[in-house]
């Protein structure tokens, strides 16, 4: 079975800076393409930040610039480095994986809370 742990969301204020971590774990043969989604109340989940197994990353204008995608493969870990982060950044974060056991499927983890105050 494969899992998805996220960690390190927390409580920070405005301009401070959060490392977001994923691990997957599990009968994994490979990890392909990984991605950061958020959710704020009200609002729809979006895609923050993607990165391939060729190390192709994408952001959302909104991060650009702020936020660092990377990933260690050897370690099954994606991480999500934030800097200077605002109030709009609040959400829950969630990261989402394609994933080969004896097929693809897509696997997400259970969120972590970041919350920014001004």
């Known amino acids: 079975q494969v899992q998805l742990v996220e960690s390190g969301g927390g409580l920070v204020q405005a301009g401070g800076s959060l490392r977001l971590s994923c691990e997957a774990s599990?009968?994994?043969?490979?990890?392909?393409?990984i991605h950061w989604y958020r959710q704020a109340p009200g609002k729809q989940r979006e895609l923050v930040a993607s990165?391939?197994?060729?190390?192709?990353?994408n952001y959302a204008d909104s991060v650009k610039g702020r936020f660092t995608i990377s990933r260690d493969n050897a370690k099954n870990t994606v991480y999500l480095q934030m800097n200077n982060l605002k109030p709009e950044d609040t959400a829950a974060y969630y990261c989402?994986?394609?994933?080969?056991?004896?097929?693809?499927?897509?696997?997400w983890g259970q969120g972590t809370q970041v919350t920014v105050s001004s």
């Open positions: 989402n994986a394609f994933i080969l056991t004896q097929k693809v499927d897509i696997y």
């Open positions: 599990g009968r994994i043969s490979s990890i392909g393409a």
């Open positions: 990165i391939t197994t060729g190390g192709r990353i």
